[in-house]
């Protein structure tokens, strides 16, 4: 089962920053959480991770609580292109990526 | 680098036919993976590999066998398929770390499997 909870949906005004939180109440000290996102039925495609510290990069940044318990991935600049189902992943013990239903974002004009 | 390529993109099949899923990588990662997506649901894990010449089942293997042929291919074969097989199929690859901790997972296109 997944480790993580998200909202099943969201909708974001185009160019507003969208908040994408998520639940990981059990991970454990040394697991990272990972954000993914899948456009229409494509791949999966990487977004970013982080184990304990906020991460940015060139496409979101990542927020984690200080207790570690939960995280939220912001996209600062929402674009019609960003409308995606976004998955909050703990990684399995043999590397695999344990999906959950994720959030269905909407980016709206 | 093409990443991560899928064969077919789509295929339909009878029940009771069978068919070879291909997917390969030019990223020389060790681990690879097939995950199958049903409507509405999230990936889940059916067969990974490690490494090369090792393979081990994930969460729902029933009805699937696969081989690593070498570094670069992963197979997934129906030797038998049903209407419950329905789904989308996608391959990804990942490198694990000298720190023993992991990089990004690549993934294919997918193929879209119809089992009638």
């Known amino acids: 089962d997944a480790k993580t909870t998200q909202p099943p949906s969201m909708d974001c005004a185009e160019g507003r920053a969208a908040n994408l939180p998520c639940n990981h109440s059990?991970?454990?000290?040394?697991?990272?959480v990972y954000w993914y996102r899948q456009i229409h039925s494509q791949g999966p495609q990487y977004i970013i991770h982080?184990?304990?510290n906020n991460e940015t990069n060139e496409m979101a940044s990542l927020i984690i609580t200080e207790d570690r318990k939960s995280s939220t991935l912001i996209l600062p600049h929402a674009t019609l292109r960003d409308t995606a189902v976004y998955y909050c992943?703990?990684?399995?013990?043999?590397?695999?990526?344990?999906f959950g239903k994720g959030t269905k974002l909407s980016v709206k004009p | 680098n093409a990443g991560v390529t899928q064969t077919p993109k789509f295929q339909v099949l009878k029940t009771g036919q069978s068919m070879t899923l291909q997917c390969a990588q030019d990223?020389?990662?060790?681990?690879m993976y097939w995950y199958r997506q049903d409507p509405g649901m999230g990936l889940r894990l059916i067969y990974y590999?490690?490494?090369?010449?090792?393979?081990d089942k994930g969460e729902v293997p029933n009805g699937y066998n696969v081989s690593r042929l070498n570094k670069r291919e992963f197979s997934l074969r129906l030797e038998s398929a049903a209407p419950s097989q329905t789904s989308v199929y996608f391959c990804?690859?990942?490198?694990?770390?000298?720190?023993?901790?992991?990089?990004?997972?690549?993934f294919g296109p997918g193929t879209r499997l119809t089992v009638l």
């Open positions: 992943i703990v990684r399995g013990s043999q590397g695999n990526l344990i």
């Open positions: 059990t991970i454990s000290g040394n697991e990272y």
């Open positions: 982080g184990l304990k």
């Open positions: 990223m020389n990662h060790n681990s």
């Open positions: 590999s490690a490494s090369e010449g090792t393979t």
């Open positions: 990804a690859s990942i490198t694990i770390l000298t720190s023993g901790s992991y990089n990004e997972q690549f």
